[in-house]
């Protein structure tokens, strides 16, 4: 009873005893009279005085004397708080706690025994009966002070120790033999003060060592494992967290906690720094003792991984070279042999490298390519390196578990190309060459080029070769753009007269798509042109016909050089001189004057034809040239008679048919004669092209044909193994300039790119402005580099995203020993996540057949449901209870409408993990950061001696000592004593009055 009455159980309390005090004054008085009432009455009101006084003062605290709480200073924070509502009394020194003062009420009592012996039957004397009152007044009072469990403070400096030693593999013989060393030490010294002390050995998991006798040595550490006798602790591992908290058991109450550490700190389970936070919230002070370095000699392959990073595995096909990484690590120098085997047996590309290993971290690259899709399991494996004639030394190594790594790769179909060749008899050289290289080339002339990127999904890379932009209409263009920078696609451009600015790609997505533009300097050399439009601006070409004719005529204009000449003559039944022959610099007055281009009349070729010829028969010009557009018929007298007098004056006709409406045999002659180019076109919107095409073609600025040998300016990954240094000239490309950003790798000896590439959004988009025939390339298809050099072109540009093909998502692993933790972002081609999917994770042994794998077959360690942690995002935890090579695969099933059977699949994921060996192999350096840590926390220190942290300085353990043991005793002598008194008569009779 420490808790205060409320204010109803006060005054129920108040009345009944009211009550009951009357009933006893009025049963007093006619017992005795008032001889009996009066010592009754004093009774009740000395027990009411008392009882509200000693209420007042212990339970509603109306006034409180210092002297009840002059202790409370003195107990600490711990018992301050468990004693809050007690008393505390400081006596000479002492204090005295008093836990539920409200039971001394009892004392209160005391009076109503006055008038139970008065009423007294027995004939005891008068001096016994106040004995027997004395007694039984000492005997409340005891009862009521045991009942308020009174205590006296105390305090002492007694240690509970705990000992955790590390004896896991990475903890060398040496380590802990001097940590034996120690603990004998240290139990002397708590055995010598009075300290509890228990041992805990650990690795992966905690053990108790259970001490002998004191003179007895301790048993060892670490067993010796044999086949018949294994040691019960796993050393493959080290949780420092499950040391520490198996240790919080082992302290005895009310003493000073301390717990010493034995570590190198590399931890491979658990957080040691997290329970540390915990264990000082539970009064723990951990000191570390770190283990020192290791002298012993170490070889070990840290990690074999694919060169470039995780990504590399998801870009992995079927006769694409790949590169190894090896990373062997060694803390002294010696000579060793690695060996490379590829599901087995000996790596065929490469398979064992001799080395003279320095100490610390050494990089060996070895170079692989899978010959068929599935799983390839990789092994790194070090072996002492054979001498001629002499035994091989051995290793100089301490572990070796740790002398082998294994990493699993997942090697998909061959690469897809969709190849479009502009001239049909050339293309079997690459297409040939890319077929040895083990990728699949699909090729198709210009008319079979998609119209939408989904229909160019299926395809890793697009190819366009020789093609000219007259040919490829603007929502092809348009898919080969989306394509790449949406869809992760990749795109090369290979070099031609019909390529680039020679076929008419200014202005066009697929200039603004690729890293060079297709704007060059004039030559020196160059001669300047004289150009003359005869547009025709009949009545059928009303409307789009005509504007389109005008921007064609302004975009000639444009691309010009300034020096060039240009004039516009347009024609009906006669001709109309728009623009006399004049410098293309004077561009505003050019753009203004074809905007007065206006339809109307019939259609007369020979007068536009003859104006021409007049404007450029004594023009200064070198080259002279007559582009004549019509959608309509014309007579043929007098035409090519006068085109052939152009030509023998060096003057040159092409012509262009627009729509069904125009004369294709008439035109086709005026070309012929004219030693032009005819083209026709049924599509309006390609005359601005054709135009431009024409006027590039003419001019020849852009085609340099000359023997051209190619420079290196950056050395990257496609060049590697090509040997490019040792290529024969090429005959001639297409003049480029780079753009800023783009990524330049070869050059001509003008500085002009000859390969050029960048990133656009998610793919890829390439130049390469030589061509890959027998015209300009003729010497590099007899040249062994050829095919090589366009298989890494193409393995290096094409598209590696999986997801982006529908085959699957993402998958990402991250490995927290011994947890695996998976995700899968599931987006779709559109960039939705999609969050309905029931997916499933499995963890696969690549032991199996690779292919076997790819079909959904194979050795499944586990499978797990993986959850919806976020749109599109799924996740799984698994524990891997053993070490090895794995595959994962995610499957992505849609939701069935029968729970009892599972949707169709829609997608899988594929991954792969390797864990060669546990992480406590990797011979570590003592990770003495993370050790300092620990023991900052729990306010411990670095020590190099156990018996250091046994050191309590001025902190002491605060106890309250039980008083109420002994009062019971006495209680219980009074009470004997009482019935003692009652039976026995000392002092003789009393006269007793009836």
Known sequence: MSAPLVGNQLGLLGAGYLLVSAAACVLAFRRGRLALMLPTLAAALLCALIGSGGYGLLGLGLWAPKWLSSGRELLGDSLRGASFDGLVIALRGRVVVIEHPLWLLLVSLVPWLVPGLLVSLTDMSRRQLWLQLVTR?????????????????????????????????????????????????????????????????????????????PGVPLPPLRAIQ???????????????????????????????????????????????????????????TVSVVPYAASSAPEVLVRELRMSGGPSVDAQLKVGAP??????????????????????????????????????????????????????????????????????????????????????????????????????????????????RENIEVETRGPHGMPSSAKELLPFDLVLLSDVSATLVSQAQMLAIESYVRDLGGGFVMVGGENSFGSGG???????????VRFEQEKKREQPSLGLVLCIDRSASMNGPKLELAKDAARA??????????????????????????????????????????????????????????????????????????????????????????????????????????????????????????????????????????ETTQVARSALIEERVVPKVSKFVELLDGVQIEQAPPLRGYVSTKAKPLAEVILVSPLGEPLLARWRQGLGQAVAFTSDAKNRWAVDWLRWPGYAKFWAQLVRSSMRHDGQRSGHGYELQTTVAAPFLRVRVDAVSADDRFLSGLQTDLEVISPASDGIGLLAGKGDVLLRKPMSLTAPGRYEAEVRLHRVGSFLLRAVHRSPSPNPATPGPVVAESWGTLSLPYPREY?????????????????????????????????????????????????????????????????FGFRPLSL
């Open 922 to 986: 990797l011979a570590l350096p003592p990770d003495d950061a993370l050790l300092s840590q620990v023991a900052t926390l729990t306010s411990g220190k670095t020590i190099q001696q156990a018996t250091d942290a046994l050191v309590a300085g001025d902190e002491k353990i605060r106890y309250l000592r039980a008083l109420w043991p002994p009062i019971v005793m006495v209680t219980i002598g009074l009470l004997l004593l009482d019935v003692l008194l009652r039976r026995l008569r000392l």
């Open 137 to 213: 007044s000492v005997l409340l009072c005891g009862l009521s002070l045991a009942l308020s469990q009174p205590s006296l403070l105390g305090e002492w400096q007694k240690l509970s120790v705990v000992a955790l030693v590390d004896v896991s593999d990475s903890a060398s013989a040496t380590q802990l033999a001097s940590t034996t060393k120690q603990l004998e030490t240290l139990r002397e010294e708590t055995h010598r003060r009075g300290d509890d002390l228990h041992i805990l050995r650990f690795a992966a998991r905690p053990r108790l060592v259970t001490l002998p006798a």
């Open 556 to 693: 000639t204009a444009e691309m010009l050089a300034p020096d060039d000449l240009i004039g516009v003559v347009a024609f009906d039944s006669q001709a109309i001189p728009l623009v006399r022959l004049q410098r293309a610099q004077n561009r505003i007055r050019i753009s203004t004057d074809i905007a007065r281009l206006t339809a109307g009349g019939g259609t007369q070729l020979l007068p536009p034809l003859n104006e021409a010829y007049q404007q450029l028969v004594s023009a200064s010009a070198k080259i002279k040239h007559v582009i004549l557009l019509t959608d309509g018929q014309a007579e043929y007298q007098g035409l090519l008679e006068l085109t052939d007098q152009m030509v023998q004056n060096k003057i040159t006709v092409s012509t262009v048919g627009v729509g069904a409406g125009a004369d294709q045999t008439l035109l086709t002659a005026i070309a012929e004669h004219g030693g032009g180019r005819f083209y026709f076109t049924q599509d309006v919107s390609s005359v601005p092209k054709i135009f431009t095409k």
């Open 226 to 284: 044999s086949p018949t006798q294994p040691d019960d602790i796993d050393r493959s591992g080290s949780n420092l967290q499950a040391a520490l908290q198996m240790s919080y058991g082992l302290h005895a109450p009310g003493t000073l906690r301390r717990t010493i550490l034995f570590s190198d700190g590399n931890q491979t389970e658990g957080d040691v720094l997290g329970e540390a936070v915990a264990a000082a919230r539970r009064k723990v």
């Open 505 to 515: 790609y200014q202005g066009t997505q697929l200039e603004k798509l690729l890293p």
């Open 322 to 435: 790949f590169t190894l990484e090896a990373e062997v690590y060694s803390n002294i120098a010696q000579s060793v042999r690695i060996d490379l085997l590829q599901n087995g047996t000996p790596n065929p590309e490469d398979d064992h490298r001799d080395i003279e290993l320095q100490p610390g971290r050494n990089i060996l690259r070895f170079r692989s390519e899978p010959k068929s899709p599935g799983a390839l399991t990789y092994m790194a494996k070090l072996l002492p390196k054979p001498t001629t004639g002499q035994p091989s030394q051995p290793l100089q190594d301490t572990i070796a578990d740790n002398n082998q790594a294994v990493l699993s790769v997942l090697a998909k179909g061959r690469p897809r190309v969709l190849y479009i060749e502009g001239e049909a008899s050339a293309k079997g050289y690459l297409t040939q060459a890319l077929q």
